[in-house]
């Protein structure tokens, strides 16, 4: 026998094995004025159907909930991820920038090849 919900003096639920060997829900209701009580069995299958068909339903909108909990977690942290890279070539770009600012004011003009050229050439006595 399975566990008994209520009392058998009002009203409740069972769960019983039928003498086919099936298993039952039984509710059952009592008259108070006249003692007589009425008990109907259902096929616990049968009772637990509605149930088992909403819980499909239910693990889709979790999954889904799921997924969308997932995607707004990774996009921002996508987005922060970018943007930290961004600044990171950029400020290694000021640096580069900074670098090439101090050293090429220690280095000497380079002329365009053309007017190396003519300054050579003048520059020999014939």
């Known amino acids: 026998m399975w566990e008994i919900h209520g009392h058998y003096d009002g009203e409740g639920l069972y769960?019983?094995?039928?003498?086919?060997?099936?298993k039952m829900?039984?509710?059952?209701?009592?008259?108070a004025t006249t003692g007589w009580s009425v008990r109907v069995g259902i096929p616990d299958e049968i009772f637990r159907?509605?149930?088992?068909?909403?819980?499909?339903?239910?693990?889709?909108?979790?999954?889904?909930?799921?997924?969308?909990a997932a995607a707004f977690l990774w996009l921002p942290s996508r987005e922060v991820r970018?943007?930290?890279?961004a600044e990171e070539a950029a400020e290694q770009s000021r640096r580069l920038?900074?670098?090439?600012?101090?050293?090429?004011?220690?280095?000497?003009?380079?002329?365009?090849?053309?007017?190396?050229?003519?300054?050579?050439?003048?520059?020999?006595?014939p």
């Open 82 to 85: 970018l943007r930290r890279r």
């Open 97 to 125: 920038d900074a670098l090439g600012r101090t050293t090429i004011a220690w280095r000497r003009p380079r002329l365009p090849d053309h007017t190396a050229a003519a300054l050579h050439r003048t520059s020999r006595k």
């Open 49 to 68: 159907a509605p149930l088992v068909r909403s819980m499909w339903p239910i693990a889709g909108g979790v999954a889904i909930s799921l997924a969308l």
């Open 15 to 22: 769960q019983r094995i039928s003498p086919e060997g099936e």
């Open 25 to 31: 829900v039984t509710l059952y209701g009592t008259d």
